[in-house]
């Protein structure tokens, strides 16, 4: 018997409240490149079988379900899987958590990966991928210094003691990339990517793109100025600002009171001299952790939030409809051509050391690593070093969002944003 | 209760079959390792949002990975699981989509690894093994903590208390080596949130051990620390961007020695050409002032201790920066063998199944003769930068990016009450090292966080030092 099927069995006489178990079985295949020699191929095969055991109790006339997480490690034998399921549910009475239902049955059959990676070995599609790396490895002054390309393949099977009874296959091609410039200033720049195809047109671009902000961040001579600029952020930046709006709407976040937001609110405030908001939550997998089916769900229209999102457990403490997890965002909205962004004085910033957004204060900011800074008549000048400093509860009324737009796994939406009067430390 | 780490009762009933693999890797290649692992991990965390007890696999799992040396490089292979019926299965993997994959490419010409004969069996010491002391014991004490700080500080929104610990077994077999090791450690922490408006603001204070549940008796005073830190932030005002006389408190020189100038360090870095420190060897990168190491092995023990690395080199006590001089870098076993020095035991994986990186453990400054209280009084006019939040490498260019939720003004060598945040502090690397001009007596370090090799591949680490004295630009 399959260790999951045992598992079935054993979770179904055990005699819990309720339960969960996910099976993740990801194989993946790996390349790790030092400029344009291979470093390492690896491969992994790994499986994974996790289960939730919840118990119920009362305590004076009140109900609570509380709930633990484990790991059933390869190689267990019944005997211990039976005793770890029970030391599990003893430790779940002492998680007074109000009580909660699970999410409603779902049963499907697989869900088949609709990726073009799957009609691929590992292998092929890590390789094709490689090649695209080596194609555009650049100049002897600015090229490629090292990459590293994953090709996973997950096949997930989850099920409940509700009956739910759903899997489906996933394939993604990510990495990372170092683009280095040797002169006139020896300079990197790191850039990720994740597709959810094979996509190499995509990824010859974004290796296009590293190499050329690693020669423009070369001639980057000093740090701007310290003072206010309007910014220009850029690509997984927007998303990153995002990250404000995605979190303070999270369920996760509301029922602990950590935000205040409720549907219906306009959590854009008042938007003077910017555009309104229009998010949607995107689908990444067809299930949820928890197998609730995913598809795509208005966040926020016009500035106003729409969906309160997340799991079950904080859907049924806010009595709305448990969405599950979602970790793409589309944002539709968009009106100037980038070129009338960039106008002289802004400062664009293209890459940071890391920037961060947080949706706890509203903070965002980073080091940054290339901005340039435009000038009258097309002039641009790269500079580097310095940081920005900025609050979107103080600039979120005053976005302004390109036209052009971009996607990956993420993110889909406007390719940059325009924050007026944000702090930047420098020179 | 207290005690020794024990060894893994699956990994020792594993061992014969592991061997059996190693044999057959060893009849095709000149090299062959295998590493296999075995975890037992668990977060608790109470807050407004509820009770969680969870088993953990963010930092291991229970599997192996295989290691070849074939041609000019190496081949990796992970499972988890191995049973004398998988063997031919992986040995075909090897060799017929590894070794296919590696001759399609230009291989990075890598010699043989070294195989010193080793075998021991180690373990580390606890004082009260949390998974004796029980589940119910620790929501307890996490539950207590909790509503006692929120009993006392009033207008606190939160007070999240969370504690999390890893019992490791690792076991390393080559030709040459039989290694096991066992290792417990732990962290908690207390995150204290307060609002301002639309903002929340919070404190976070955290501790680490080598060792067990004892941590737990830390968590009262993390909890006391995280409320001031949370009160301080809500008073924060916006900082006047510029160059600044700062006293950094322990927490916050170990992010600059971590993410500032440790990640820079890392060998991997100087086979890719990716670190500047390479040509500063020998030369003069910090103030006189300041000696740093970086270690499995030294003497400042935390969660980052062990005693033999993921490729089977024996943890080491690297002198880094010996007054103010780059002495040494710190390098796992490929790149070391790549740039013909010692392996330093510093090569690690975030999880069995996961590539080995150069990567650090436990980093920190060592103390100096200053006292903090005449280190503030010599400030004329500026800041005590305190609760660092987040930092990143820049080991190219060495520039700085470290945050900190605020810092608190000094004038004329008292602190004035007044609070400035969140801060960011950049610049170029050395001259904030060199810039140093006091180091306290006393050296801090912690273990709660995590790192990351850019933004993915997470180990325990931990990092600390004295308070410095220093000039940083702040944004």
Redesign the interface.
Known sequence: MEQIEQMISILKKSGLDAWRLTSTRTRAAELYFIKDKLDMPRFRDMSELCAEVFRDFEEDGKKYRGSTRIFIEPGMTPEEIEKKIRDAAYAASFVKNPWYPLPEKTVSERVASDSDLAKMTLQEAASAAADTLLEASGDETAFINSAEIFVRRLDVRILDSEGTDVAYGLDRLSGEFVAQCTSPADVEQFRQFSFARADMAALKAKLEEGIRDAWLRAQAKEAPKAGKYDIILTGENVRTLLEFYEQRSASAMIYPQYSDWKAGDAVQGDVTDGEKLNIALMPTRPFSDEGIPMWPRPLMEEGTLLTIHGGARFASYLEIEPTGEYEKLALDCGTKPLADLRRPGTLEAVSFSDFQMDPMDGHFGGELRLGLLRGEHGKMTALSGGSINGSILASQGRLIFSRERCEDSTYEGPLAVLIPDVTVAGE | MAGKVESSA?LA??KPVFRELLGELLSRYAYASILAT?VEAKNYAV?????????D?TFG???FTARVFYGD?????????LTKEDIPGVLQ?FAQ??E???D?????ATPEAADEEASFIASTEYETDPRVLG??AI?EKLSAVREKTLSEQEGL??CQTRYQFQVYHKLFLSRSRDLEQNVMHGSCAVVC?ARRG?????GYHSDSVLGGAELLDHLALCAREAMEAAKASLAAE?LV??EYDCICTPPVTGMIVHEAFGHGVEMDMF????AQARSFMGKQVASELVTMKDGAATDYQDVASYFFDDEGNLASDTVVIDKGILVSGISDG?SAARLGTRPTGNGRRESV?H?AYTRMTNTFFLAGTSKPEEMIAGVENGLLLDCPS?G???P??W???C?VSFGREIRDGKLTGRVFG?I?L???VPDLLKSISMVSDTVEHNGAGACGK???EWVKVSDGGPWIRARI???
């Open positions: 699956f009933q594993k075995d807050s407004r949002a509820g009770i969680r007890i969870a088993e696999r799992k229970r599997g490089g190496y081949l990796e292979y992970s499972g988890s699981d993997h989509e590894l296919k994959q590696s399609k490419y230009t291989v990075y589940d119910e929501v929104l939160e949130l639309e903002e929340i603001k919070d916006p961007p510029g086979v890719k050409d990716r490929l199944d590539k987040s990143m490498e820049d190219k260019n520039g700085i990016q945050m969140p960011v950049t610049g170029y850019g933004w993915k630009r702040l944004g």
